[in-house]
């Protein structure tokens, strides 16, 4: 069993930077791929981010390309998500879960489907 606690959100201004950070237990956080989700109110939660077990392979959803950076450090048992160029759009409480996988599957969408265990979320709200 791993448990996954969620800390570095906050209230941003638009263009703004934010790391979240994801910090596990458990014996085995370094086998397996970490995401990071997010839902904003009224909307289903969605992917955001993955990166493989080792950390070498990352994936991130179109909409966070070339702003969000995911990384682990799994001497740490943590990994981060770094979100630059904030939008009001990337308001939302942001979850971080493990994957059913360790390497990311070539040409397979990460959803909800492959997490296991979430941790609670935390919330960034971005303004105008």
């Known amino acids: 069993q791993v448990q996954l606690v969620e800390s570095g959100g906050g209230l941003v201004q638009a263009g703004g930077s934010l790391r979240l950070s994801c910090a596990a237990s458990g014996r085995t956080f370094s086998s397996v791929a970490m995401g990071w989700f997010r839902q904003a109110p009224g909307k289903e939660r969605e992917f955001v981010a993955v990166v493989s077990w080792g950390g070498a392979e990352t994936y991130y959803a179109d909409s966070v390309k070339a702003r969000f950076t995911i990384s682990r450090d799994n001497a740490k048992n943590t990994v981060y998500l770094q979100m630059n160029s904030l939008k009001p759009e990337d308001t939302a409480v942001y979850y971080c879960?493990?994957?059913?996988?360790?390497?990311?599957?070539?040409?397979?969408?990460?959803?909800?489907?492959?997490?296991?265990?979430w941790g609670q979320g935390t919330q960034v709200t971005v303004s105008s």
């Open positions: 879960a493990t994957l059913r996988f360790g390497s990311i599957p070539p040409g397979v969408r990460v959803g909800l489907g492959h997490a296991s265990f």
